[in-house]
């Protein structure tokens, strides 16, 4: 899923996107990790192609959601982490939805479309004055872990 993000299908390609996230931050690999984990979890539970799967398409999504989750909110701990979590699998649930919408009407896959839209949702219920439980977006600095 790592490498998916940069539309490349290679496991090392991959791995070397971790490594330098992690020299760069540990919560970012690890929310990338996670995320890559749960899309490719979702995809089984959707009952995806096993290529698809260890090509990274299913990972792809929820890796950014969890990702964009990590590095837009502080601290990535507790409720953060949960809500990372949270956005990794509503992205996996999109790409489900929506992949098959694209396929269907379109003739084109969804691609980052899902990440996107629960980028935006997470962002919007961050700044909704009613949701108190929803995390408020900051300016993260990568180099705080």
Do not use: K
Request: charged residues 10%.
């Amino acid at each position: 899923g790592a490498s998916q993000m940069f539309f490349v299908s290679s496991p090392v390609s991959g791995a070397i996107m971790i490594v330098a996230l992690l020299c760069q931050s540990p919560h970012a690999a690890l929310a990338t990790i996670t995320g890559s984990l749960i899309g490719m979890l979702g995809g089984t539970a959707f009952g995806a192609d096993v290529s698809d799967l260890r090509a990274g398409v299913w990972g792809f999504n929820a890796a950014l959601a969890a990702l964009w989750v990590t590095l837009h909110y502080e601290p990535p701990r507790g409720p953060r982490a949960a809500w990372a979590l949270g956005a990794a699998a509503l992205a996996t649930a999109l790409f489900a939805g929506m992949g098959r919408l694209a396929a269907a009407v379109l003739s084109t896959p969804c691609l980052s479309l899902p990440f996107c839209t629960t980028g935006w949702l997470c962002f919007l219920l961050g700044r909704a004055p009613t949701c108190a439980r929803g995390p408020r977006p900051q300016a993260a600095s990568p180099n705080a872990d």
